[in-house]
């Protein structure tokens, strides 16, 4: 009795459809250089022990050469308490960096609206309480699937899927806007 449930068990086994691998880790930013990137500004973004970093410019971006749709972005960074930067995703303009043709994810303690301060997804999810981010390094993660997207900062959700449908694809941006700001890793995984 035994040993036909066991071959009967094989069987279903043999005839379910494998499992989906995981999709896998891939650095977004390499930790050396800026190779699949390009300078959108002329910011002084500077690399030195692996990590990325500005601390004075115009308002100036860093956008990834390739295209993502559905993905989970970490981050790790570093700002000063008045730090203006972001995360930019789904970018439809790689030439043009804006709110109105991307999805900008905050990463802005003082901003004046503080509805869409650190943690907010700009005129999308505005943020209930802005996490502090200044003095210290954070570990952002940014989900983006279909028309949904959350937004975790230090284990904090600050975007819990919330839909919008304006941006189904497009590049991944860094930016840097005024105060220090440092990147540690950028690391994707496609879903």
Known sequence: MHRRSFIGGLAALALA?????????????????????ARLGDAAWTIENGILACDHGP???????????????RAIFWVSDNANS????????PAE???????????????????????????VAPVAAVPKTGGRWNHMDITARGDRFTVTINGQRTVDNVADTKHMSGRITL?????????????????
């Open 86 to 93: 972001g995360i930019f995703i789904r970018c439809t303009n």
């Open 59 to 73: 308002i100036s971006y860093l956008v990834s050469t390739q295209d993502f749709t559905d993905f989970q972005l």
């Open 97 to 123: 960096v804006t709110p109105v043709n991307s999805y900008e994810v905050n990463i802005f303690e003082q901003r004046p609206d503080q509805r869409f301060a650190t943690g907010a997804i700009v005129g």
């Open 17 to 37: 459809p494998p499992a989906r691998a995981a999709a896998r880790w891939c650095p977004l930013w390499n930790g050396r250089n800026l190779d699949g990137w």
């Open 175 to 191: 930016q840097y806007g005024a105060g220090v700001v440092k990147f540690r890793s950028v690391k994707v995984r496609e879903l």
